[in-house]
């Protein structure tokens, strides 16, 4: 058996993958806040159903196995849910 294929290794693997999403989850958080700021600044609405739509459709689209668009759009559904929060949080 290889040893890059043993569980203790595989689930090593899994936590470097988990800390960089955490990292890049993190990072995405911070532009969507700023991007709230300047939209707040000029007066626009946060909310922007047609960009969620065409991120949505953008990333189904360049989803490939294992991954498919309907596992896609439910994360990235979170993901921007859970952004919104964070922005609703910010402006209180």
Known sequence: MDDSATLPALREQIDSI????????????????RIGELKRASGLPVYDPERER?????????????????????VFERVVDETRRAEQRATR
């Open 54 to 74: 065409a991120i949505f459709l953008r990333l189904c689209q360049r989803a490939r196995p294992p991954l498919t668009p309907d596992v896609v759009r439910r």
């Open 18 to 33: 988990d800390d960089r999403l955490l990292d890049l989850l993190a990072e995405r958080l911070a532009v969507a806040l």
